[in-house]
C-alpha cells in the first residue's frame, strides 16, 4: 500500500469539507473553552483591581494625597492605562510569557532555568539570582496572604454605597466569606472551576459596559490613552505622581498570575483572554471612573460602585464578591502551588498534597498551608478593617515580585537566548526603571503597611533558605554515616557481613547510589538478615515540570547481576507526587534479576530525629528554626504513595 501521506492512494476517501468543517469547529470550541478556563483561573486577581485602584489613588485619607483636579484626573487615567500596558502586556504577555520551563511559567520557572544553567556554566551570577528569585517567590506568598483580604473587603464595602447603615457589617461579612472560602478548599475547585469562566466573562462585560456609560458623560477623557498625559503628569507635577505610583501599581495586581498559570493554560489562551477581553473591559472601567471623577469629585468615595446606576447596585455587589473570591481562589492555589514546587526543590520540608482532581493534574490541596493562610488572612481583615489600608501593604508585594521577575528573564534572555547586551541594556533598561519607580513609591508608604509584605517575603525566605542549608548539613552527616553503597555490596557478597537470605522483596529508599540506606544498613547490622531481592530506590526530582513515563526508571545491577541487589532512581519533575509503586510497576522484569513481588514487597523507610549539636554550622536560632520546620514533615509513607500496612520505619538521630 502506497504512503497515506503522498495523497496518491489510500484506504480512506479524502476528508469532504463538511468533515473538514467540523473537525475545525471542534477545534475552535477546544481553544474556545481553554480560553474560558483561563478567564475564570488566571484573571480574577488583575480583573477585580478597577474596584479599589482609583479610589486609593484619589483618597483623601493617604499621607500624600491626590488632589481631584482636571490635570490629575486625566494624569492618573493615562499613568494607569500606560503602567498596565508596560507591566502586564510588554513585560509578562509579550516577554516574560516566552520563557517557560517546559511548559510552566512563573517565578519558580525561572529559579529552575537559571539553577539548570549555573549548573551546565557554573556562573555565580546565576545562583545569587536565584537566591534573589527565591526572595521573590517569598514575597508571593505575602501576595496570597493580602490578595483574599483587600480583594473581598474591597467587594463588601460595596453595600456602603447601597446601603450606608450596614457599613458596621462590612468586616463581619468579610471574615465570614473568608472562613468558608478557606472550608471548601479541601474539596478541589473542579466542580466550582466549571462556573468561573462564565462568571468572569460576565464580570467584565460588566465593567466595561459601565465605563462606557460613564465615557459617553464625558468623551474627552479618551484623550487620557495619550502617552502625554502620563508623561506630563509625572514630570511636571513629580512630587504628587511619585507618591501616587503607590497606589497605580495595584491596577497591575495579578499580573504574575499570568506568568505562572500558564502552564495550564498555554500562552495563547492566556494572550488571547488578555488582549480580548479582559484589557478592554479593565481599560474602560478605568476610563468610566474617570469621568465620573471629573463630573463630581465627591466620586471620589467609591468611583467603581458608584459608576453603576442606583437599580445595578445590589446587583453589582454580589458580582463583585463572586469575582473576589474567584480572584482570592486563584492566588490560593498559586500558593499552594508555590509550595510544593518549593518543596520539590528543597528549599522547604516535603508536605502533605491532597490531589482533588483525577482529570485535572495542577489542582492540589495543601493542608498545612491552607490553614497558614486562613489564619492570617483573617489577622489582616481584622487588624486594617478596610481595603483602603490595605493597599499600601498590597502594592509592595506586587512591586518586589515584578521587579524580581523582570531581573530574572533579563539574565534568563541573556543565558538562554544570547540576546545582544546593547538590547538587554537599552529594553530592559527601561522595564527595570518603571519597576524601580513603582518599588521606591511603595517604599514611602514603609510605615503606613508596605512593611508587612516585606516582613512576610523576608520570614519565608529565611525559613526556606535555612531549611536548604539545614538539609543540606544533615545530608552530609547522613553520607558519612551510611557509608559507601558498592563496599557494602561487595562485603555481602564476599561473606564479610554474614546475612541469612530470606524469601520476599524489600524495598529501601535512599538519596542516591552511592551510599547506604541506614534502614538497609541497620538491617545487616542488628537483625543480620537480607531479602531475596533488594530494591534500592532513590528519587530524583528534575527541574521540569512532568518526566515522561519512558523515562521514569533507570536500573543499575550495582556491579553484580546475580545477588538480587539493583539499585532504582525514579524520576519526577517538580509538578508531581513521587509514586514509589507506580514507578516500580514500570520495571522490566529481565533487568531486575528476578521477579518481583511488588504486591508482597516491605518497603523500608530511615526516619532522622534532629538534635542541636555544637558545631558551628549555623547560627543556634537557624538551628532552632530547622528543627522547629521539620516538624511539619509530611509522613513519609504517604508522601511516596507507600502501603502503610508494608512500611516498617528504623530511626536515628542527628546533630545539626
Same mark, same amino acid.
Given at each position: 500500500m502506497a504512503d497515506r501521506r503522498q495523497g496518491t492512494t489510500s484506504d480512506e476517501p479524502p476528508a469532504s469539507p463538511a468533515r473538514e468543517a467540523r473537525r475545525a469547529g471542534t477545534r475552535d470550541a477546544v481553544r474556545l473553552a481553554v480560553v474560558v478556563g483561563a478567564l475564570g483561573v488566571v484573571f480574577g486577581d488583575i480583573g477585580t483591581s478597577p474596584i479599589y485602584t482609583l479610589q486609593t489613588v484619589f483618597n483623601p485619607e493617604d499621607p500624600h494625597p491626590v488632589p481631584v483636579t482636571t490635570d490629575n484626573v486625566f494624569g492618573v487615567v493615562s499613568l494607569v492605562f500606560w503602567s498596565v500596558m508596560i507591566i502586564v502586556t510588554v513585560t509578562y504577555v509579550l516577554l516574560a510569557m516566552r520563557a517557560d520551563n517546559d511548559g510552566e511559567g512563573g517565578i519558580m520557572a525561572l529559579i529552575t532555568l537559571l539553577r539548570r544553567w549555573s549548573g551546565e556554566r557554573g556562573r555565580r551570577g546565576a545562583m545569587v539570582l536565584a537566591a534573589v528569585g527565591i526572595f521573590g517567590a517569598s514575597l508571593f506568598f505575602g501576595d496570597s496572604m493580602i490578595t483574599p483580604a483587600i480583594s473581598v473587603l474591597s467587594a463588601v464595602e460595596g453595600l456602603k454605597v447601597v446601603e450606608p447603615s450596614l457599613g458596621d457589617a462590612v468586616v463581619p461579612i468579610t471574615a465570614v466569606i473568608i472562613v468558608l472560602l478557606f472550608l471548601v478548599q479541601r474539596r478541589g475547585t473542579a466542580a466550582v472551576g466549571r462556573v468561573f469562566g462564565p462568571v468572569m466573562i460576565v464580570w467584565f462585560v460588566t465593567i466595561g459596559t459601565c465605563g462606557v456609560v460613564g465615557i459617553t458623560d464625558h468623551p474627552d477623557i479618551l484623550e487620557a490613552l495619550s502617552p502625554t498625559y502620563a508623561l506630563g503628569f509625572l514630570f511636571g507635577h513629580w512630587g504628587t505622581a511619585f507618591f501616587a505610583l503607590a497606589a497605580i501599581v495595584l491596577a497591575v495586581t495579578g499580573a504574575e498570575a499570568l506568568y505562572a498559570d500558564m502552564g495550564h493554560f498555554g500562552r495563547r489562551a492566556i494572550t488571547r483572554g488578555w488582549l480580548l477581553l479582559v484589557l478592554p473591559a479593565c481599560v474602560l472601567s478605568y476610563l468610566g471612573q474617570g469621568a465620573l471623577i471629573l463630573d463630581d469629585p465627591a466620586n471620589i468615595s467609591s468611583p467603581f460602585f458608584l459608576l453603576v446606576p442606583d437599580w445595578g447596585r445590589w446587583p453589582m455587589v454580589i458580582l463583585a464578591t463572586a469575582a473576589t473570591v474567584i480572584a482570592s481562589q486563584a492566588v490560593i492555589t498559586g500558593a499552594y502551588s508555590v509550595a510544593s514546587q518549593a518543596a520539590q526543590l528543597g528549599y522547604l520540608p516535603r508536605l502533605r498534597i491532597a490531589h482533588t482532581s483525577a482529570s485535572t493534574f495542577g489542582q492540589i490541596y495543601v493542608p498545612w498551608i491552607n490553614w497558614l493562610l486562613m489564619v492570617s488572612v483573617l489577622t489582616l481583615v481584622f487588624a486594617f478593617r478596610s481595603s483602603a489600608e490595605l493597599a499600601y501593604? !498590597?502594592?509592595?508585594? *506586587? +512591586?518586589? +515580585?515584578?521587579?524580581? +521577575? +523582570? @531581573?530574572?528573564? &533579563? $539574565?534568563?534572555?541573556?543565558? #538562554?537566548?544570547g540576546t545582544p547586551r546593547w538590547l538587554l541594556a537599552l529594553g530592559g533598561g527601561v522595564l527595570l526603571c518603571v519597576d524601580l519607580l513603582f518599588v521606591g513609591a511603595n517604599l514611602t508608604k514603609l510605615v503606613h503597611g508596605a512593611w508587612l509584605p516585606l516582613l512576610i517575603g523576608l520570614t519565608a525566605f529565611t525559613v526556606m533558605t535555612t531549611w536548604q542549608r539545614g538539609r543540606e548539613l544533615v545530608t552530609e552527616q547522613r553520607a558519612r554515616a551510611e557509608?559507601?553503597?558498592?563496599?557494602? *555490596?561487595?562485603? &555481602?557478597?564476599?561473606? =564479610?557481613?554474614?546475612? &541469612?537470605?530470606?524469601?520476599?522483596?524489600?524495598? !529501601?529508599l535512599n538519596r542516591g547510589k552511592e551510599t547506604v540506606p541506614l534502614a538497609m544498613r541497620a538491617n545487616v547490622r542488628h537483625n543480620h538478615v537480607r531479602h531475596e531481592h533488594v530494591v534500592i530506590v532513590a528519587l530524583h526530582?528534575?527541574?521540569?515540570?512532568?518526566?515522561?513515563? %519512558?523515562?521514569?526508571? *533507570? *536500573?543499575? =545491577?550495582l556491579g553484580y547481576g546475580d545477588d538480587g541487589i539493583i539499585h532504582v532512581t525514579a524520576? !519526577?519533575? $517538580?509538578?508531581? #507526587?513521587? %509514586?514509589?509503586?507506580?514507578? @516500580?510497576? @514500570? @520495571? %522490566?522484569?529481565?533487568?531486575? =534479576?528476578?521477579?518481583?513481588? &511488588?504486591? =508482597?514487597?516491605? $518497603? !523500608?523507610l530511615s526516619k532522622i530525629e534532629l538534635r542541636r549539636g555544637e558545631a558551628h554550622t549555623m547560627a543556634p536560632w537557624r538551628k532552632r528554626l530547622f528543627i522547629a520546620t521539620s516538624y511539619i514533615t509530611a509522613d513519609a509513607a504517604e508522601h511516596f504513595s507507600l502501603p502503610r500496612e508494608r512500611t516498617v520505619i528504623m530511626g536515628s538521630h542527628m546533630e545539626v
Open positions: 501593604a !498590597f502594592g509592595m508585594a *506586587v +512591586t518586589g +515580585t515584578i521587579t524580581i +521577575t +523582570t @531581573l530574572l528573564f &533579563l $539574565y534568563v534572555a541573556r543565558a #538562554k537566548w557509608g559507601s553503597l558498592p563496599e557494602f *555490596v561487595d562485603e &555481602l557478597r564476599s561473606g =564479610e557481613a554474614p546475612t &541469612l537470605r530470606v524469601p520476599g522483596t524489600a524495598v !529501601f526530582i528534575d527541574p521540569v515540570p512532568r518526566v515522561p513515563a %519512558d523515562q521514569r526508571v *533507570v *536500573v543499575d =545491577e524520576r !519526577f519533575g $517538580y509538578m508531581e #507526587k513521587p %509514586d514509589v509503586p507506580g514507578a @516500580l510497576a @514500570l @520495571l %522490566d522484569p529481565a533487568r531486575t =534479576e528476578g521477579p518481583l513481588r &511488588l504486591d =508482597e514487597a516491605s $518497603y !523500608f
